[in-house]
Each structure stands twice: as C-alpha cells, then as structure tokens.
C-alpha cells in the first residue's frame, strides 16, 4: 500500500472522528443559547437561524432575539474558545515541561496577564483594547518565563515548578494589587479587578472575532507540532535526537501557549483548572499520543466550559456564580484524582 | 557511515578531542567515571549547545544539517531516558520515525514494518501493547534500542547500553549491535566487553589519551594508569580471547 | 453603596436587634441623662452629650452637618460624592481623615467621645475598621445609623441583605437619636418633621398619576462596561422609593445591591431605568455618560421600551443609600414621573 492510499484508509474514521465531535460541539452550543437566566421560547433559535442565516423574513422579538443573537451565541462561542484554548495550553504545557502538573494557571501565565494590562493601562501605554491586551500578552510571557527560569534555577523538578508558579502568581497579583493601589486617579484603575474575577456576561461579538481566530491559530500550531510533542516524551534531549528543533518547537508552541492564554484572560479573566484536568481526561479517553490528544482535548475543553458557564448561570436561580468557581469545583477534585494517581504510578 | 571528529571540546569536560570513526566499524569508549564519555557521544551526535570544535559526518559538516537531517543519519541512546507518559511498548518506538514523517507523509504502513522489524530486532515484538511504566530496566533499554533501530540510522550512537540488563541480554545486545550493517559507537563500563569492539578509545579527565584496536588499547600498564587497576590478561583457551581479571592496586605496591 | 466584591465577607451572623424604640421622643428642649439607647444590638448609655465625633460615613456626616453639630466634628472618612452644597462651608473647616476608609488609629488618634457609623460593613461584627468591641474597649462608644441594620442581615449578599423592605423611618429614628445623644433633640423633632413633609409631597405628585403597570430598574454601577450590572434589590433605599411612588422594581433579589443579567433585565422590559450618578470611577461604568452610551449602543438593551420612550432618570449615587438624600431623589424621581407619559 502507497502511502497515499495508507491516507485514505485513515480518512474516514478520522473524517466520523471529526463529524462527531462537530456534532458534540454543536449540541453544546445549542445548549448553552437556549439554557439561560430567562427562558426563551425553542422555537426561537430555529426562527433566528432563519433570519440570520437564510434572509428569510420573520416576525422575531426584538429583545428575544437580541439575547439570543447579541448575547448568548458570542457568550457561547467566546466559553467554547477559551476552553479549548486553555485545554490546549494545559496538554501543550505538560508536555514541554513534562509535568503533569503544569497548567497555564499554575505556572502564573493569567496572573502576569492581569498584571501586564494593569501595568500599561496604568502606564498609559497604548490605548482602548489593543494596548489592553498587549500589556496581558507580554505579562504573560514574562510570568512564563520568570516562572520557568526560576524553576530552572531551583533543580527543575515537577515540585520546583509547582513551586515556582506559586511564587510566580503571588508575585504577579501582587504587582496587580500594587498598580492599582498605587494609581492616585481611580479613573485608570476602573475595571481592572475584573481580571481576578473570572467573567463571560460581558462578552459580544468583538470578543468572538478576537477569540476564534486565536485559539483556531493556536489550535492549527498544536495540531501541526504533534509529532515533535510526541518526541518529548521522554524529554528535550530525546526530542533532540530524534530530530526535533528543540529550540525552535518550544519558542512556537509557548508563543502559541502565551497568545492564546494572554488573549483569554484579557476577554474573560482568569479561569483555572481547565487546562489541568482537561487534557488529564483526555488522556484516560483516547491515550497520550497527540495526534489524538490535541483535538479530543480541545474539543473536551469547548463543551466542559460551555457546560461549566450554563451551570455558572443556573447553580442558583436568580444569581450568577463566576465561571471559576465552577471549574474549580470541578476541577480541584481531578486536580486530586491526578495527585493521587501519579502518586501510584511512582 | 564515517565519523569525523576534530578539536571538540565542551568547557571543561571534554578538551581537544579529535578522531575519526570508519564506515561499518564498532567504535568503543571506555574511560572512568566522569572522563567525559557521555558528553562527548553527545558531541558527535551535535547536541551539546555550544561546544567547541567540528563533527563530519560522511565528509558533510554536521552543523550545517538541520536535527531533522542529522536524525535521519544518527540516533542516540542515552542513559536514564524516562516518561511519565501512559506510552505502550509500540508508542515508543514508533517515536523512532519521527525524522522521516511529515504532515505530507504520516506514518503508513512502511513505517509500522520498520517499527515491527525494530522491535523483534530486540526481542521485544510480543510486547509491543505493553505499557511503558509495567517495563523492567533491562526491557526499556531494549525498546530504546529498537526505538533508534526505527530511526534506521546509518550511525547508532549508545551510551552503555548493557546497564540494567542481565548478562543475556547483555550479550544478545552486543552481539546484535556488531552485527548491524551501520557505524556503532558506544560507551561501555564493562571492559572485557569492550574488547570485542573493533577499536577503542580511552577517556581520562576530558581526553582521548589512547585510540586504537583493543589489544593495543587495553595494556596492563594503560589500565593501570587510567582506570587505576592491576589487570591480568587470560586467555580463554576456547577461543582464544583475551580476558581480564583486575587487581586492586594497592596489593600490588 | 455596592461594596463590591473586593471584601470578602465571611461567617459570623450578626445578632441584629432592630432597636424597638417605641413612639417618637416627646420634643424635649433638652435630653435627660444617663441616656440609654440600643442601638443596632449594642446597648449604649451616655452620662453626658459627646464633645466630639468623627463620622464613618457620608450619611452619618451629613445628618451631623444637618444638627448644626459641625463644630463637634473632629474628622470625616467614607465620602461617596461631593458634600451638600448647603454644607460646603462647615465641612471646608473639618479634617477630612479619609476619602475612603479610615484606619482605626486614625480615628482612635482624634480621642473623640463618639464615633458616628453609617455601614456595618466598615464598623460591626466584621468591620473593615474595627469591630465596636475595639471601640468600646477604648472608651468610645460608636453609634450606627439604624437605616443599616433595622430589618437588615449584613452577613450574607455584598452589601447585606434587606429581611424587610427599608422605610425612611429607620433613618428618621437615626436623626432624632443622634440629636438626643447630643443633647439638641429639638433640632432633630424639626428636621424629621420636616423631611417627612417633603416625603409626603413627592409621593402626593406621583400617586396623582395614577400609574397603574409601571416598572422600574435602578443601575447603579457595572464592573465592567458589558458585564452583568449592579442593581437595586428588594427592600434598599431604590426600592422603598418605587413602592412610595407606585413603580414595581423588576429586580426580585432581596440583596441590596445584587448582580443581575441584562438579558434579565431586558426581558423585564422596565418603563423607566434609573441611572447613578456619582463622582467614584473606581470602573468604566461609575461615569453616567458611559451609562447612557452603553443604553444607546447595546443591541439589546437598546431595544428597551424604556431606552426607546427615552425614560431615564439620573439621580445622585448617594441618594440611593440610606441618607437624607433619599428624600431629594425621592423628589427627582417624582417629578420626572411626572414628566413621562406612562399611561
């Protein structure tokens, strides 16, 4: 057999692969537009597709439709995005430090995002969001990499790095806190505690043409790296001789990594544990080789956050509980279930 | 494949080593602990950041191939090398054709006879659904031999790779490495092994202070100064191999 | 206002007592001492008027500038806005400790013989100054404005949450008690009677409409521009003033000033939105012009019929909270009642 032909066998249930997850995706996002504060009539999403998307003319209510339309669907797919994003991130992370451990939030990435928008808003650096998110994207990196040089120094082992992040994030809130306490007009300090919070009722269409293309980018850089993820199994000297750019491979995914995680916390703030447990699951489903690894993760990561905002909206009647404090109620158990099992495994 | 090696040098743990390593030959290292083996393997293999001097590979200056090219010519198996990854027996060593593999051209089903070659190669085809962390040391070294085997490298570059394995597999591996048809270089510990190399070289504090054939290598009085043994060749009367039995020093003085 | 979510709150249930003080005090020309007071679950007896005070609270400052006790202030702290114009002059001559809140040694620095509390929240059980026990440690007893704990939990909800709906009684009950403790109780008999005239007009014009299905939401602030908004709940000061004035608050949340949903709201559809006005930018949408650019520009708030009929009030922040404010929102909010065609 040709290996244009090995191509087409491996086609099609790579092709039913992807049709499920397509339909996974799709049941997901119809739950999170219907499911919400206000109840809305079924019928009304099927109207709206029908306007929006055939031009056929149809008596809608404006404010119906508009929560649906203008609020729920970019919430949605804002939720989709960013927990694909932060899944991805988490499985890229683990495998190029090789710690099971390692998560965006854990490693201080979305402190020193929050940081770094703090700082250049109250820098006055740039303006309106661009500046905004500049300012996380560079204070993301430079957690990362104040983080990764530290756990460098200290030994580089998995506790070193655990360890390394703490200090990393306390350092990083700790510039938050003080920019902001320091900032004599409280004009400029206007908004800024968002960013701890951990919020998607503030999401609109802008915030979907921002995070789409990201993490569809970051998404299209894992998918292209999983051979060289692969390859660092059995760590960078190994990924090395079996070919890999090292260098090269880890500066293009931890930029892929920065980009996506400094974009989605400068949309929605911090929200953890994602990109921990995600990836963790993925792994029990479809095993640790990225080819499979990448998109089941990402996948996993768009439904469990758009399910964790629909639980956000519905835990309490009447009240909002931040999308966070859902993930972490989530996601600290499976932060336990990975300890205890890498615990057996040692 | 041949080796060229001239001046290289890493800091202070490899110094001036130059040395050239002929097509199809079984080239041996030995040195004690902390002579600067394991660096300089990494030195051929181009992997050092930094290092001093050049490597050719077939006449083709190593730095000027990219780590695809060079994993294409040369594999490396180095001590220690673990996953914390759920990897199967088979995951691992189809890692091996990672340099030949591209989005273009993913692995097929060539690749899997190459992986499947590679795996009886090392007596390990039984295993290949086995998971990597139920494996013994002796069984990992094995599939990280049958790992580089699927790179089908024309130059193996191993770094003691009879450690954790019992004599019979100690044996089955060297046995099977000179019977390769590509240039085989590796640190050895042991050297009454290394005398079934074709030529040795001796590491003492960073350089190459002997290289030759092992009779010429290994005297009593080399061995004595470097490794700090008293050595008494034997002859094995079966076949007429040269064996030693070491003394401490101190009995002789 | 919304003590928004920087202070965590935690645990500990106050033991809120409303005070039961029966039938308003007889218009004494002078107090008789010892006078005894429970006030806010914390019985207080007073040998003799206070020489000083410091106030923790805009309130509490301004109902003290109201008695003509401003010479008796020492130190101000917690302003939400701009002092009454009436009182700029007397409040120009007094230090201000702080524009939020003081520290308790700055306070407890100033000796004075009371300390005037207007929230909970920065004096009480889990006081962000001190608890009233410090206070009382130190010989100086603290009084706090009934508005903040009459039928009021502080420990749940950000900013407490009202059991019973606030009236202006409970603040009336602060200004003659307050002018009791200082030994003017005519003063605050006068004041009272006359907050409670205007009180009374203001709900006289908006009962003369008649409204009959008219709602309202209050919007104090957001922290951030697009995210769910801080509004007022069941039984604040907002909601006291739409019951008088005959508007039904679509906000059903009994916390003073919960986070609810824009889809909520807009589903809800209020005839008339009111807008806080306020001197605070702690976030983008403290400034009202931001208020009234995201009512215009949002695709689905803008499809409000309140929105559309141009139906927004803006009233000052401060008159939102428990204060003598209430009364002049009370009549802003009248007279633009009046104003709409809401029939």
């Known amino acids: 057999m040709t290996r244009r032909a090995a191509l087409s066998a491996l086609a099609v249930p790579v092709l039913s692969r992807a049709g499920l997850g397509a339909v996974l995706l799709a049941l997901a996002v119809l739950a999170g537009v219907t499911i919400g504060e206000v109840a809305l009539p079924l019928g009304l999403v099927g109207d709206l597709l029908a306007v929006k998307l055939l031009g056929i003319e149809r008596a809608l209510d404006p404010i119906e439709a508009g929560i649906l339309w203008s ?19 988490g499985v890229v992370l683990q495998a190029l430090v090789r710690n099971a451990l390692a998560d965006p939030y854990l490693l201080g990435v979305s402190a020193g995002a929050g940081a770094g928008a703090v700082a250049v808003t109250l820098l006055g650096l740039g303006g309106g969001a661009i500046g905004l998110s500049a300012g996380a994207f560079g204070g993301a990196a430079s957690a990362f990499l104040i983080v990764a040089l530290l756990a460098k120094a200290a030994g580089g082992g998995p506790a070193q790095l655990v360890l390394a992040g703490i200090a990393g994030s306390q350092l990083f809130n700790a510039l938050t806190s003080f920019f902001i306490a320091k900032s004599a007009n409280a004009e400029q300090a206007r908004g800024l505690m968002f960013w701890l919070l951990g919020n998607l009722s503030g999401v609109r269409w802008p915030d979907v043409s921002l995070a789409l293309p990201v993490v569809g980018l970051g998404f299209l850089v894992c998918l292209a790296h999983v051979r060289p993820l692969d390859a660092f199994s059995f760590g960078s000297g190994a990924a090395a001789s079996l070919g890999i750019a090292v260098r090269r491979v880890q500066l293009v995914l931890i930029a892929a990594v920065t980009l996506m995680t400094a974009t989605l916390v400068s949309l929605v703030g911090s929200i953890g544990f994602v990109g921990l447990v995600i990836p963790h699951a993925m792994r029990f489903l479809v095993g640790p080789r990225h080819a499979r690894l990448i998109p089941a993760s990402a996948l996993a990561g768009a439904v469990f956050l758009i399910a964790a905002d629909i639980a956000a909206r519905v835990l309490i009647p009447g009240q909002v509980v931040p999308i966070g404090v859902v993930t972490a109620l989530v996601g600290a158990p499976g932060f336990a279930l990975i300890l205890i099992r890498n615990r057996r495994r040692s | 494949m041949r080796i060229e090696a001239r001046n290289l040098g890493w800091r202070e743990i490899v110094r001036g080593v130059s040395v050239e390593i002929r097509k199809g030959e079984t080239f041996g290292l030995v040195g004690p602990n902390g002579s600067g083996k394991s660096t300089l393997l990494r030195l051929l293999a181009g992997l050092m950041p930094r290092a001093a001097g050049e490597v050719w590979l077939d006449g083709a200056p190593l730095a000027q191939l990219s780590r695809r090219q060079i994993a294409q010519r040369l594999a490396l198996v180095e001590q220690f090398a673990d996953t914390g990854e759920a990897l199967s027996v088979r995951d691992a060593v189809d890692l091996g054709r990672t340099p030949w593999l591209s989005p273009l051209s993913p692995f097929g089903p060539e690749d899997r006879q190459i992986v499947d070659r590679a795996l009886a190669a090392v007596g390990m085809e039984g295993m290949a659904a086995r998971a990597w962390a139920t494996l013994s040391g002796g069984e990992r070294q094995r599939v990280h031999i049958a790992r580089a085997l699927a790179q089908e490298p024309r130059v193996l570059i191993l770094d003691e790779p009879t450690n954790h394995l019992d004599i019979h597999h100690q044996l089955a591996l060297l046995g099977l490495v000179a019977a390769l048809p590509v240039t085989v270089v590796m640190a050895l510990h042991d050297l009454n092994q290394a005398m079934m190399c074709d030529r040795l070289g001796v590491m003492s504090d960073g350089r190459m202070v002997a290289c030759g054939k092992p009779a010429e290598v290994l005297t009593p009085d080399n061995l004595a100064r470097i490794f700090r043994v008293r050595a008494q060749p034997m002859i094995d009367p079966s076949d007429g191999s040269t064996l030693f039995r070491f003394l401490p020093m101190e009995t002789s003085t | 206002m919304p003590n928004l979510p920087l202070i965590p709150r935690r645990g500990l249930r106050a033991a809120l007592i409303a005070a039961p003080l029966v039938a308003a005090m007889p218009a004494l020309a002078q107090t008789s001492y010892p006078l005894h007071l429970s006030n806010c679950g914390v019985d207080l007896t007073f040998e003799a008027a206070p020489q000083s005070v410091v106030s923790v609270g805009q309130a509490a400052t301004e109902i003290l500038y109201a008695l003509d006790l401003g010479d008796r202030v020492l130190g101000t702290s917690v302003w939400f806005s701009s002092v009454l114009p009436q009182f700029e002059a007397v409040n120009a001559g007094v230090p201000r400790l702080a524009d939020n809140d003081p520290s308790f040694e700055s306070v407890v620095a100033l000796r004075p013989g009371l300390v005037a509390v207007q929230y909970e929240w920065h004096i009480g059980p889990q006081g962000i100054v001190a608890t009233r026990e410090q206070f009382a440690d130190l010989g100086i007893p603290t009084y706090t404005l009934p508005s903040d704990c009459v039928g009021k939990d502080n420990s749940t909800g950000s900013d407490g949450t009202r059991l019973d709906m606030y009236t202006m009684d409970s603040l009336y009950q602060g200004v003659e008690e307050l002018a009791q403790i200082f030994d003017v109780p005519e003063r605050g008999t006068a004041m009272v009677a006359a907050l409670r005239e205007r009180e009374a007009a203001a709900i006289a014009t908006a009962g003369a409409l008649a409204l009959d299905d008219a709602s309202a939401v209050f919007w104090f602030s957001s922290a951030e521009m697009d995210i769910d908004p801080y509004v007022a709940g069941q039984g604040g ?77 803006i009233l000052d922040a401060h008159g939102m909270d428990p204060s003598i404010r209430n009364i002049d929102a009370l009549e802003t909010l009248s007279a633009a009642l009046a104003g709409f065609d809401l029939q």
């Open chain 1, 71 to 89: 609020y729920r669907l970019p919430r949605t797919l804002v939720a989709a995005a960013c927990g694909a994003g932060l899944a991805l991130s």
């Open chain 3, 237 to 313: 000061a907002p909601a006291y003033m739409m019951q008088a004035l005959g508007l039904r608050n679509v906000v059903e949340s009994n916390e003073e000033w919960p986070v609810v949903a824009w889809e909520t709201i807009a589903r809800a559809n209020p005839s008339v939105i009111v807008l806080a006005r306020m001197d605070r930018r702690r976030f983008e949408a403290d400034d009202i012009e931001r208020k009234l650019e995201f009512l215009r520009t949002d695709p689905v708030v803008s499809q409000m019929e309140a929105v559309r009929e141009g139906r927004i009030v």
